[in-house]
């Protein structure tokens, strides 16, 4: 269709706007303007507010549909002209949670890039969101506070679940040594294209902190132990990240197993690639919840992880780079308040046996004795005590440990702990859920989650995000009028305590009773 006078003159002045390369240009008139950016697949077009600019989907690497699921990411296709990034992209095929909205969608591998409107080039933080590696999105979160700190931040979508993580022989087969892990490698293939592209967006190629939390944090520390992901970034901040330690991750024999029972139950019995790539999405989330009922951990798949991460970082082999590594205090209270939510029945003292057995355990359960729910507020509280210290706290302890005996390594370990912080899952529960899983977020991120945060939690907030940045941009969280941070060594036991007051605290290990997870540690 013939374009008009004004749809040519656009056309004209975004194009001219792209040719210097390397640099990130403002276009349109004074009341819309177009920030433009070139990537290596071409020009992109985004928005444009007061203070930061945002491109948002743009593909890091192909659609992994038809013959491409379940294969290592491939380049993205080009495009000639100018492509709007100014919405975000479908996020990764997920069932429907408080933490990611439902979709189907195979066409996901994309991310989201958040500059400063300062001149660069800026240190730049990847954001790899959380979800058991089966549910979340990057569009969530909302990094206004680190961009404000002269930080480009890019938020990234993985492939999750089964389409994800799932290994299976005919995988292994067909790729010659292993099958698996494919959600690393996207995240592999996002901070490649950051490497190449973000000098473009204002941003130091060789000033790149990774961080995520939850699942996204064992991410982190995934490829702090990845031989694939050496110099692709250059500081690590794993929130809430190590809790595979306790439970370990599955070698490649053992995550083929439970692919072959994840695909029979999806209704391929022939177990050949057709059947495989034949299968509907649907029928893929369906299934594997009978295989990985609270979510996939990456596997020891010989390729992308060579061994567990706790065994890398036992053996010193991961990247030596410096790291912060931290949980909350009352992590596990978030689950026990979704399960309230989900049931509407609170934990009470004569199920509480019973209730830790069948969510954590009969081994954890044996433990029982030492969280007593006479010495807590209510039976919910205790279960929450018992798991975050049993699943989380612990074992983060233990990653601390492991990557700060590492000669000249640089390690800083926090713990936040805010006990009003806003409860992050929709609906009421019988408890005060704290400083729970994820609560420490939106002290970071504009959360999509509508809670308000108080005048002393926006101070903190601050406080966090001022650590945060001054990491990403020295390696070295101090400066300014912010309390010291030590860094943790294995002699030097001491967090830092991110809570309303900000101090640093030895007693950790004890509140903890890391004597009773990790005796001897």
């Not at 370990?248 to 053992?254: C, E, F, P, R, V």
Request: aromatic share 8%.
């Amino acid at each position: 269709m013939e374009r008009t006078f004004e749809q040519r003159s656009m056309v004209k002045l975004l194009l001219a706007c792209s040719i210097a390369l390397g640099t990130l240009t403002a276009c349109g008139g004074d009341d819309d303007p177009a920030p433009t950016a070139t990537t290596t697949s071409g020009v992109v077009v985004g928005t444009e507010s007061a203070n930061a600019r945002a491109f948002l989907g743009i593909p890091y690497a192909a659609p992994p549909v038809g013959a491409l699921r379940w294969k290592a990411p491939a380049a993205p296709a080009s495009w000639t002209g100018t492509r709007s990034a100014t919405e975000y992209a479908a996020h990764c095929a997920q069932p429907a949670s408080p933490y990611g909205v439902a979709s189907s969608s195979e066409d996901c591998l994309y991310l989201n890039v958040h500059t400063p409107k300062t001149a660069g080039p800026h240190p730049v933080m990847v954001w790899i969101h959380g979800g058991a590696f089966y549910l979340g999105q990057s569009n969530t979160y909302k990094p206004d506070a680190l961009v404000a700190e002269n930080h480009v931040v890019v938020t990234v979508n993985y492939r999750l679940g089964a389409l994800g993580f799932m290994a299976h022989p005919a995988l292994t087969a067909e790729h010659g040594t292993a099958s698996g892990n494919y959600g690393l490698m996207d995240q592999q293939a996002a901070l490649t294209w950051v490497k190449n592209n973000i000098a473009n967006f204002g941003g130091n190629k060789d000033n790149v902190t990774i961080f995520g939390e939850s699942a996204g944090g064992f991410s982190v520390n995934s490829h702090l132990a990845s031989p694939g992901s050496v110099g692709l970034f250059h500081k690590a901040i794993a929130m809430s990240g190590a809790y595979p330690f306790g439970s370990g991750q599955d070698t490649l024999a053992q995550s083929e197993t439970k692919g072959t029972t994840l695909t029979t139950n999806a209704g391929c019995t022939a177990q050949t690639l057709t059947c495989l790539r034949g299968l509907s999405v649907a029928s893929l989330l369906s299934a594997q919840s009978g295989v990985w009922a609270q979510g996939p951990i990456p596997s020891v798949d010989t390729a992308v992880l060579t061994k567990t991460v706790r065994a890398s970082f036992t053996a010193g082999e991961q990247a030596k780079v410096p790291v912060i590594q931290g949980t909350t205090h009352d992590e596990w209270r978030l689950f026990v308040a979704q399960a309230e939510l989900a049931t509407g029945t609170p934990v009470t003292p004569a199920t509480y046996a019973a209730t830790i057995t069948a969510t954590l355990g009969p081994v954890v359960a044996s433990a029982a004795p030492y969280y007593p729910v006479a010495a807590y507020a209510n039976a919910s509280v205790a279960l929450g005590a018992l798991g975050t210290d049993a699943v989380f706290s612990c074992s983060g302890r233990v990653s601390g440990k492991l990557l700060a005996a590492v000669p000249n390594s640089v390690v800083y370990s926090y713990e936040f702990n805010d006990p009003t912080a806003p409860q992050t899952l929709p609906g009421t529960v019988s408890f005060i859920t704290g400083s729970a899983h994820t609560s420490e977020l939106q002290y970071l991120f504009t959360l999509n989650n509508g809670n308000t945060l108080t005048t002393a939690q926006r101070t903190l907030a601050n406080t966090m995000v001022g650590y945060f940045t001054r990491f990403s941009r020295t390696g070295n969280p101090n400066g300014g009028t912010a309390v010291n941070w030590p860094a943790y060594t294995t002699a030097n036991d001491v967090y830092l305590s991110l809570a309303p007051t900000v101090a640093t605290t030895t007693n950790f290990a004890v509140d903890h009773k890391c004597n009773v997870w990790t005796p001897g540690v």
